[in-house]
């Protein structure tokens, strides 16, 4: 086995027998606070976006080999913390909040409609991550909202990392979040077939979708597409 793989192994599994998942919810002295938000339209239904990145073990779509996450609970369980190792780094994150609606009323994709969260959104995701030392730039982070909403009435999708961070080197964070979160989006794009976003036309059937939003809303449908 290479050496340095087997070094990355150990570390994850020494992390994931401590599990150390304090983070203070504000910046604490010596750390700047900052905020970084990526997004990216692709032309693809939220369920099939949802399909790779609605598990919080799975980082594929991340470069994260599904072998080099640990769980310490149940996945997709609030309070559940992951260990994996980030390009050698030992990376520690907690699940704080987890909402994935359903989007099949109908056998298409339809907006959730809830009191918590926007109608269009679709996936939605809250965790914060430990101390991580970026090569002398010390990070933690209180929270970390990856969603996914949908646009083109159900025929595409807005992907949106934002990430509030505390960072001795707040520049130096912004750039490597929005760095990595880009590469993750455009995996995310080409795992999907890798088709560029261009516009709603030829992405959405409106009379359907009207159809379906008339039924759902008068209470004739006999499914349930509210979330909680």
Request: aromatic letters at 8%; glycine letters at 6%.
């Amino acid at each position: 086995m290479d050496l340095l793989l087997l070094a990355a192994l150990l570390a994850i599994g020494a992390l994931a027998q401590d599990f150390d998942v304090t983070v203070p919810s504000s910046c604490t002295s010596d750390y700047a606070e900052g905020v970084d938000t990526t997004l990216l339209t692709v032309p693809y239904p939220p369920s099939a976006v949802i399909d790779i990145i609605g598990s919080f073990k799975n980082l594929t779509w991340s470069a994260v080999p599904a072998d080099n996450v640990t769980l310490n609970g149940t996945n997709n369980e609030i309070n559940t913390a992951r260990a994996y190792s980030l390009s050698g780094l030992p990376v520690t994150e907690t699940l704080v909040d987890y909402y994935r609606p359903d989007l099949t009323c109908f056998g298409v994709p339809f907006r959730a409609q809830t009191s918590r969260y926007p109608a269009d959104v679709a996936f939605s995701e809250q965790h914060n991550a430990a101390r991580i030392d970026f090569e002398g730039d010390l990070v933690y982070m209180p929270a970390i909202v990856l969603s996914a909403s949908s646009r083109c009435l159900g025929g595409a999708t807005l992907l949106n990392y934002t990430s509030q961070f505390c960072a001795t080197d707040g520049p130096k964070t912004a750039s490597t979040l929005h760095e990595l979160h880009t590469t993750d989006f455009q995996m995310v794009q080409a795992m999907l077939g890798n088709a560029s976003y261009t516009g709603c036309d030829g992405l959405m059937d409106e009379a359907l979708y009207l159809t379906i939003k008339d039924d759902i809303e008068s209470g004739s449908d006999d499914c349930s597409c509210n979330g909680d």
